[in-house]
């Protein structure tokens, strides 16, 4: 049977943060779709 799906697909690129503060905490990612 032959595979369609890649053996090393790419890797998304993503950027993360987190902004921390006494009473809340906040994350947020992102990648190249928005």
Known sequence: MTSIT???PPM???AGGVDTHQDTHTAAMIDSVG
């Open 12 to 14: 998304p690129e993503v």
């Open 6 to 8: 890649p053996e090393n």
